[in-house]
C-alpha cells in the first residue's frame, strides 16, 4: 500500500514557495496537487514554475477535495486558525508555519478540533530539525555535558521588514524570539516558569507605533532552575546571524555560526570569510528536513517532533515576554497576577 501523500500548498510567500519546493523536488512520498494564494495569478505563476498542474484561490475545492490527505500553510499569522479549522474539519493533516495561531485561546480552539478530528499538525520550528541543533539535542540527551544549565540564544536579523508586515507581526518576540523560545525549551528539556524581556528601538523609529522593537533581551527561568538568555534583534547589518550555546555541568555546546562556508581568506594580516546572507541559506537543511518528517508522519501516522501542543506553549511564552516588555517586570507562565514579580 502506498503512503504517499497528496498535498496542496496555501500560500506562495517565501516560506511557501520554499516549502512547495521541497515537496515537489526532493521528497518522493510528497504529491503537490494544488497551489493556493488569495491571489489566483500568484498561484498560477508559482504552479507553473513548480510544474504543479492546479492552482486556485478558491480554497473551497481544496477543502472538498478528498484526494488531498495534507495542507501546507505558510500564510499570514491572523489566517491560521481559520485555515487549521477548515482543515481538521475536512480532515486534513496540517503543516502550519510558526505561531500556531495568534492568541493563546485561537491556540486552545485548535487544539480541540485537532483532537476530535484526529488529524496531525506539526509546526514550522525549523531549528528542532537543523543538524547542528539536532547534534546540539543529541550530545546534551547522552550526557556529553552534564546537566545543562544555561542557554544562550542570538537571532539577528539583518535588517527589518517593512512596516506593513511589522503592524500585523505580533512583535519581536511573536515572530522572531519565538524560535528561540522552542528550540531552548526543547534542548534545556524543561517548562519555562518565569520570563522577563527588555527592548528598545535602534534603528527603526516606525515600531515605536506598534509597541514593538528592534533590539530585545528575554531572560528565561526554567521549572527545573536551569536559565536562558535570548538576543532578537533587527540590526544586524553584516548578515544573518543565529547562534545558540548550551552550558552544562560537565562542559558546553556551541551551535551554529555565521560563516557562509568553511574557506577563510588570509591576507593583509586579516582573515575573511562570507557571511550567510538569509535565513533560506542558513535553514536549507532545517527546512528539508522538517518537512520529509511531516510527510512521513502523515502518511504512517506518526505524532510529529513538533506538534500542536508545542506550538502553544511557544505562543504562551512568546505572550508572557511581550506582557514583561509593556509592563516592565517578571512574567510567570500560566500564574496568576498575584504570584507575578514586580
Known amino acids: 500500500m502506498s503512503n504517499q501523500v497528496t498535498c496542496a500548498v496555501i500560500g506562495v510567500g517565501r516560506l511557501g514557495i520554499i516549502h512547495a519546493e521541497n515537496l515537489v523536488m526532493n521528497i518522493a512520498e510528497a504529491n503537490v496537487k494544488y497551489i493556493a494564494a488569495s491571489r489566483e495569478e500568484s498561484a498560477k505563476k508559482a504552479a507553473q514554475a513548480l510544474g504543479v498542474d492546479l492552482w486556485t484561490n478558491d480554497l473551497d475545492v481544496i477543502w472538498q477535495d478528498e484526494t488531498v490527505n495534507a495542507v501546507i500553510i505558510a500564510t499570514p499569522t491572523h489566517t491560521h486558525a481559520e485555515l487549521i479549522l477548515k482543515a481538521a474539519k475536512h480532515k486534513k493533516h496540517v503543516f502550519v508555519d510558526k505561531p500556531l495561531t495568534s492568541t493563546v485561546e485561537e491556540a486552545d480552539t485548535v ?10 499538525c506539526q509546526v514550522g520550528f525549523m531549528r528542532r530539525f537543523a543538524p547542528a541543533y539536532v547534534e546540539a539535542k543529541k550530545r546534551i540527551n547522552r550526557g556529553d555535558i552534564g546537566k545543562p544549565i544555561l542557554y544562550r540564544g542570538v537571532s539577528r536579523d539583518p535588517g527589518s521588514p517593512p512596516e506593513s508586515y511589522i503592524k500585523t507581526s505580533g512583535g519581536i518576540f511573536l515572530d522572531l524570539c519565538i524560535h528561540d523560545y522552542d528550540i531552548a525549551r526543547y534542548l534545556m528539556d524543561s517548562e519555562v516558569d518565569s520570563i522577563q524581556t527588555f527592548g528598545t528601538v535602534q534603528m527603526h523609529p516606525f515600531m515605536k507605533k506598534y509597541t514593538d522593537v528592534d533590539q530585545s533581551l528575554s531572560h528565561l527561568v526554567f521549572t527545573n532552575g536551569s536559565t536562558a538568555v535570548i538576543e532578537g534583534s533587527r540590526n544586524s547589518s553584516y548578515g544573518y546571524d543565529i547562534r ?54 502523515a502518511g504512517h501516522g506518526h505524532e510529529p517532533l513538533v506538534n500542536e501542543l508545542d506550538g502553544k506553549i511557544a505562543l504562551q511564552i512568546s505572550e508572557a515576554a511581550r506582557e514583561s516588555f509593556e509592563k516592565n517586570k517578571k512574567i510567570h507562565i500560566n500564574r496568576s497576577e498575584e504570584n507575578e514579580d514586580s
Do not use: A, W
Request: net charge negative; proline share 3%; hydrophobic share 35%.
Open 244 to 297: 545558540g550555546e548550551v552550558l552544562g555541568t560537565e562542559g558546553m555546546i556551541e551551535i551554529g555560526s555565521i560563516q557562509q562556508c568553511d574557506n577563510l581568506l588570509l591576507k593583509d594580516g586579516y582573515e575573511y570569510f562570507e557571511n550567510i546572507p538569509d535565513f533560506p541559506s542558513y535553514f536549507r537543511e532545517g527546512f528539508l528536513n522538517e518537512m520529509e518528517h511531516f510527510i512521513e508522519c
Open 111 to 120: 487544539i480541540s478540533s485537532v483532537k476530535e478530528n484526529k488529524i496531525i
